[in-house]
């Protein structure tokens, strides 16, 4: 199977270094173009940039695009799938604004769009989650999408110190880019959380999807956890029940006894539930070159084996119902707790815009209520809390 | 595609009523006929006690073996086989014991021998491995394989009481058998040991096992770990460098913080180690009757789909070394617990046989042995520990 890879970047490279070290099946595979930057010096004879020379290749079989970023990427996949080449990306971003688009044009040109990359790092999640969606009808998903926004929470948790000196220290140790609004703001997970709710409920992955990031998240927050027996991670979630959904995204306290508490450093931990497989948690390197570049490999071989991954539309309607993701909250003004029962994350970023010094915290369904010291008297009522 | 179920058990039972529901692509599977016991009332008009006949019927195409045990499991595998039948089964013993066997009259026959359900319940464990095997030469793996024995390990932590008390509650709640033998003395996790290693290293599953279960686990074994910070769990590892491989079932200490020690109940968490895909976890039912059958239903739909799993025939040359799983153990004898420094299973094991009173835990590779206040001072040296 021969195969172009689009960017020579970190994952890029990455792909090129397992598929050179030729082990077990990967010696199915060989890359016979890359497709370089202009500006950018040809280090190895089989470099080009001229894509419409290498989509010319009749011997080309699959193309593996790793430029990131929208255009040209999205122009070049369809490109490739137009000259009936297979793609596999690892780029999220593109993946979630036009996985339709790239799925019907696969169709028609007669091969494969393949995208396990792009959500879960190593952690060959869509395929399990497409596996778990040929017997159930998933009724929810959700977990640690990003490894950047984990690995400064758990900082911030082991430390004391604040957000910004987690994210400098972050940043120092590559896990974090100089700009990291995608990663802390939560706009990395909206893309996962997309892309895994289309496969889950078949639905287009354009939902309405209230993203809160870790930003707000204070050394303070953090000690007041803990004091809580709780900690705090960013979680994306989502929930169906029949023709109804809802997804949200944002820091949540879970118990220090569970799996979420435990998921250190920049490692994702994703579930699932359905009807007969149960509970279903996959936890494992969300990022990072090697990681990456296997599940770009897994779906080189699926191609190159002809095993086929679940075919979905994402043209079932569902009725996106924030309602069915109303829960309790714990809202932080200055130095004080408020405990807010009842309201939507789409209600609380509302209240936020208004108090721009707040900010707010889910609280995780496994967490028990007891242990923050709260006394429900009746819906919706605030109680400071401790 | 056309189904017989062997024995309508537990297990059977879940098969059945899944593709009863007719759920997504469960559609394609039709069950037409099931092996009843001879001494058993007929239920359904589709039951029959003629085996030979089920197999002459020219439009069935699979076996769904759920009877257990060894005999006449084995056989009627093979006779499956032989009339070119594929198998899927959930028989753990069995397969442990004649898998090459299986595979090679599979494909004599020209079918598929399939047995997810063997090894983590609704987990997909195996097929995992064996995804992670066609790129990756997996280093290691370990986990929680036996749902029983967690949960009374779990009970004993989370109330305080003995592994007697702990055992009852779990056979009241069905999670262990009248005869706890094969869940508590290590005996189901070496059937999974066996099955994964053979599959991560391509090796005949025969290997030699040192296998110690939880059964002299006490109260004060649990209180003395917390009192460390630690928890006991019984793991399964197995770890390959080259062509040298070893592999051991024991009760372990695990730091608190860690995601073993948050396995809770009768929950299973199983990980791998490669090269390139770095560190993989699966958390999931490892038993019980949907989760079980939904692994079942999998392996069929891969055969009605033609999806290919991993083709292996074990026949890899391994020399097992235990010395590759050489570690420190903490013995207790009455109320002394001693440190013992690098030394085997196997070792402690003939210790155990010559100190009947006694018993011992591994220290698992996560543990900070600062933790456990114990300066070594020298290699093999014991010092008491409080």
């Known amino acids: 199977m021969q195969i172009a890879i689009l960017g020579l970047g970190t994952i890029g490279s990455g792909v090129y270094k397992i598929i050179a070290g030729q082990t077990n099946q990967t010696k199915k595979l060989q890359v016979t173009h890359i497709l370089a930057k202009a500006d950018h010096p040809a280090m190895l004879p089989i470099e080009s940039t001229d894509y419409d020379a290498i989509l010319a290749d009749p011997a080309l079989d699959a193309v593996v695009e790793t ?6 990427a999205h122009s070049y996949i369809l490109k490739a799938l137009a000259a009936h080449k297979h793609v596999v990306t ?28 792009t959500t879960g790092g190593g952690i060959p999640w869509l395929k399990n989650l497409e596996n778990a969606a040929r017997v159930d009808d998933v009724q929810s998903f959700s977990g640690i999408f990003n ?12 430390t004391g110190e604040d957000f910004d000196s987690a994210l400098a220290s972050a940043q120092a140790l590559g896990y974090a880019e100089k700009d990291p609004t995608a990663d802390v703001d939560g706009l990395d997970v909206a893309n996962k959380v997309r892309i895994s709710g289309a496969i889950a409920f078949n639905t287009a992955p354009n939902f309405a999807l209230p993203t809160v990031g870790i930003r707000h998240v204070s050394a303070q927050d953090i000690a007041w956890a803990n004091d809580h027996n709780l900690a705090i991670r960013l979680l994306g979630e989502a929930v169906r029940q029949h023709d109804r959904f809802a997804a949200v995204i944002a820091p949540t ?27 279903l948690q996959f936890f494992g390197q969300g990022a990072g070159q090697l990681p990456t570049a296997h599940a770009i490999i897994q779906d080189l071989l699926d191609i190159a084996l002809n095993v086929p991954h679940l075919a979905r539309h994402f043209n079932r309607t569902l009725k996106n119902d924030a309602a069915m993701l109303r829960g309790d909250f714990i809202w932080r003004d200055g130095d004080t707790y408020e405990y807010l ?23 995780g369904k496994e967490v028990n209520h007891e242990s923050l010291q709260i006394r429900r008297l009746f819906n919706g009522q605030r109680q400071s809390v401790q």
């Open 253 to 279: 306290l879970v118990p220090q006894q569970s799996l979420e508490a435990q998921c250190p450093d920049n490692f994702n931990l994703i579930r699932l539930d359905g009807p007969t497989i149960g509970e």
């Open 341 to 363: 029962a009842d309201r939507t994350v789409g209600e609380l970023i509302i209240r936020q815009n208004e108090h721009p010094q707040a900010s707010f915290l889910r609280i």
């Open 90 to 117: 690892a780029n999220k971003a593109v993946t979630a604004l036009y996985l339709r688009e790239f799925i019907e044009a696969a169709e028609a040109n007669g091969v494969h769009f393949y995208y396990e990359a």
């Open 147 to 158: 490894g950047t926004s984990n690995y400064i929470l758990d900082q911030m948790t082991k």
């Open 67 to 72: 430029m990131g970023g929208i255009e040209p």
